[in-house]
């Protein structure tokens, strides 16, 4: 920013692709998803003219300075696997960047209903170092960019119900405000495997209970079974 007492504004959403894992023995969850972040920087901009009317450009991450927006409940490091021309910068100063990875994070079960359960994930997203003093964070305006679900989302066992989203401010270790955005993931189990296997069980039980009421000495038993 030009003027030091001006915080980066962040616009922030995400997309999500694919369930890759929902380990239900440690309570965790792997999504791949598509983080999408835009910033203006103010020294960043030049004249279209001056530039044959070239109005953006791609480059990499690691040539510019980029917000540090963490996962904050993670349960390890994020997979990101980059690509090319992922970042743009356009003449105006304004960046827009998407980056892919595959997240992991906790989530905790609530099975009373289970296999007929809906399970509720959080993300929640922030600012590692800065407060809202140097950086302020927030969903984007229009709801089909700060959340989406893309078309080729499927799994065998999970059906993603719903996306939300909610900002809030948390204070950090000095007191300080700073923003956070948590995303709510609504998932329903497939139960008709269970259904399934306890239909199967079921008359299994009884049709074994029904041979048992056959004379022993009636040979048929034995086939029956």
Not at 20 to 34: A, G, R, V
Not at 144 to 163: G, P, Q, V, Y
């Amino acid at each position: 920013v030009l003027n030091n007492s001006d915080p980066v504004k962040i616009e922030m959403g995400i997309a999500i692709k694919n369930l890759e894992e929902f380990n239900q023995k440690i309570e965790s969850i792997k999504l791949n998803i598509w983080l999408r972040m835009n910033w203006k920087n103010e020294y960043m901009s030049w004249n279209t003219s001056n530039y044959e009317g070239m109005d953006f450009l791609a480059i990499k991450p690691e040539q510019v300075w980029v917000p540090d927006i963490e996962l904050y409940n993670a349960g390890g490091l994020p997979e990101i696997y980059t690509l090319v021309g992922g970042m743009n910068l356009y003449n105006n100063g304004e960046f827009m960047w998407s980056r892919p990875g595959i997240f992991k994070f906790s989530c905790p079960l609530k099975l009373e209903e289970f296999p007929f359960d809906t399970q509720s994930c959080q993300m929640t997203f922030g600012s590692w170092v800065y407060n809202n003093q140097y950086l302020e964070l927030a969903p984007y305006s229009d709801t089909s960019k700060a959340i989406d679900i893309l078309d080729d989302f499927s799994h065998s066992e999970w059906e993603l119900l719903d996306m939300s989203y909610q900002q809030q401010t948390v204070n950090d270790d000095s007191g300080l405000p700073k923003d956070t955005i948590t995303y709510t993931v609504r998932l329903k189990r497939y139960s008709h495997y269970y259904q399934l296997s306890m239909g199967m069980t079921g008359v299994l039980v009884f049709v074994s209970f029904i041979i048992m009421l056959v004379a022993p000495d009636n040979l048929s038993r034995t086939g029956t079974a």
